[in-house]
């Protein structure tokens, strides 16, 4: 089992890996890192497909997803994403064993920020949106993070 890390100085910025996150509205995805540096939050995530579709279903993150300091409205909207296809385009899974390891790139959080939110869809609409609420940016999950399903 690896051992995990409180946040680390990178030479670009900070590194938390396993954030402990306070509400995760999807229980098939699971952020593994979040990099600050001078420019942008990168935050690196894995989605399990769910069991019940044969070949595992599809996936995508829409594109008005954004992040914002907790306690704050202000929206920091994506700006790039690296290896899940932003809507109206769709990854589709070959197995339900399958998962799929992806980036998305934010403008930075202020140095001040102690946690955020990660919102893909706040509308009210039913879906299986990619939110998660109060993302620690100084705290790490001390469980081991399982990575199979």
Same mark, same amino acid.
Request: glycine share 4%.
């Given at each position: 089992?690896?051992?995990?890390? /409180? ?5 670009? &910025?900070?590194? *938390?890996?396993? /954030? ?24 690196? !995530?894995? $989605? $399990? /497909?769910?069991?019940? $579709?044969?070949? %595992? &279903?599809?996936?995508? *993150?829409?594109?008005?997803? $954004?992040? +914002?300091?907790? &306690? ?13 296809? *932003? ?18 790139? !934010? ?16 509308? %009210? +609409? *039913? %879906? ?5 609420? &109060? ?5 790490? +999950? ?8």
């Amino acid at each position: 089992m690896e051992t995990l890390t /409180p946040p680390q100085k990178t030479k670009k &910025g900070l590194k *938390i890996y396993n /954030p402990i996150v306070t509400i995760n509205n999807n229980a098939k995805v699971e952020i593994l890192a979040i990099n600050l540096d001078e420019n942008y939050t990168i935050i690196d !995530f894995i $989605y $399990y /497909p769910p069991h019940y $579709y044969e070949n %595992g &279903g599809w996936v995508q *993150i829409n594109s008005d997803t $954004y992040i +914002r300091s907790v &306690g704050t409205s202000q929206k920091l909207k994506l700006i790039k994403a690296v290896n899940i296809p *932003i809507t109206p385009q769709k990854h589709y899974f070959k197995s339900s064993k399958a998962m799929l390891a992806y980036t998305l790139y !934010f403008p930075a959080v202020p140095k001040s920020c102690k946690e955020i939110d990660i919102i893909e869809c706040n509308n %009210g +609409r *039913i %879906g299986n949106w990619f939110n998660f609420y &109060g993302v620690s940016m100084e705290k790490i +999950r001390t469980e081991p993070l399982i990575v199979n399903n």
